[in-house]
């Protein structure tokens, strides 16, 4: 056996075994697990058996009847990491192979395949607890060797000293490379799962310091308000002070109401409505506000369009909108609704067009962003609970503008399709 008539099935079985670990972990990553679910261990069983199995089929070399190739690192490595039943279950689909290749060497295949199996049981409570488990599997590896070594020695006579050096050197690399990258791969799936924890714990953090601080600003006018009544004939103000005081509390609800449809995860109800109905119910609502601030809305669109989604979400985001519209007008201004109906793409527009104070290209990018305001008393949520309701309806939202002219907000849905039986 020479060096070079073995470099193309060597090649051929890193292949196997590396990129069936590879799409082990793809599939279910590995983890550190204490005691992994029936599923995980016959996938990882049945996985390893068939990586050994196609091993066997592209031996590295064959002497005489006997065949070395790598599958014994593949129980090694099955029962170190996974325990016994994933290392029994590669052993067993090893020795089924090796039946079928038969000869007279099957029972020396056998018994050295049962060596690795035990040996690797004997140390998997020590290799579990090893910081780096490569530089183990050295020690896991000289029991191995001596004991394989002495079987092949007794019942095969004949192997050159020299190739048993080649194969166990390429064992042994074999064996401590598989490890690494096991350990590896776990230890990068550890580092993603964490970054994900971290990430979600990062946005609880941050929206419970924002709805802290959003409520704290008008819960403290009012308690001021109410403070200033209660000293000596004050309370003769109240029908001067209610506005600002009512005013105050209708925003507290606003944050609250904003923050519960944003961390509602996706429980809408589905109901066919009428985009156009909801729109003159939604306008009625604002009036009051509006007028009160020289806004009129203009919507003059009688026919029905209809859309599949949460009616009562759908009215929070034109809300959220209409209030950004109505807030960028800082005079008398404009709210003009459209609907448009898209036969061709079965979807409906929606635009609301105000002649407000507008963006600039920069402010559109980061609209819908958690917490982007450019209002002392903004929150920044209005625009990402828009999102939020509008992609759970599988619709778009987008933004145009012209600073200091006009800003526009496009919506668009797809239309309600009944579904006909015929
Ligand atoms: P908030 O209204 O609390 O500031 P939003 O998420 O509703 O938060 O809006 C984010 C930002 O987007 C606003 O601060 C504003 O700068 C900008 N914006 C949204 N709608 C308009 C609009 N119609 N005209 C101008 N600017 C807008
Ligand atoms: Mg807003």
Redesign the pocket.
Known sequence: MSLATIIKPLLVNYTIIFSLAINMNLILPFKVRKSPALNIRTFYGLSFGFTALLCMLNPIESLGETNFDLRMVLILVSTLYFGWSVGAITTTAVTIGRYFIGGKFFLVGIVINLTAFIIALIFRKSFMKWEKKYQLSIFIFIPYFLITTLILKISIDGLPIVFYLIYNSIFLFTFMALVYLIEKLTEVNKQIDEAAYFERLQTVGHMAAAFAHELRNPLTTVRGFIQHLSEGSNHKKLPEFSPIILEELDRTNRIITDYLSLAKPGKTKDEVFSIQQTIFETIQLLHPVANFQGVSILFDNHSTDKVLGDKHYFKQCLI??L???I??IEEKGEITIQTYRDEHKKTINISVI?N????TAD?IE???LPY????TK???????V?NKIIRDMDGTVR?Y?EKGQW?K?VITLPLYQKIENN
């Open positions: 959220n909108i209030n950004n519209a807030e960028a105000d407000g104070i507008g963006m402010q980061k609209i819908g982007y305001t450019t209002k903004g929150t920044g949520i209005g625009s990402m828009v933004y503008s800003t907000v």
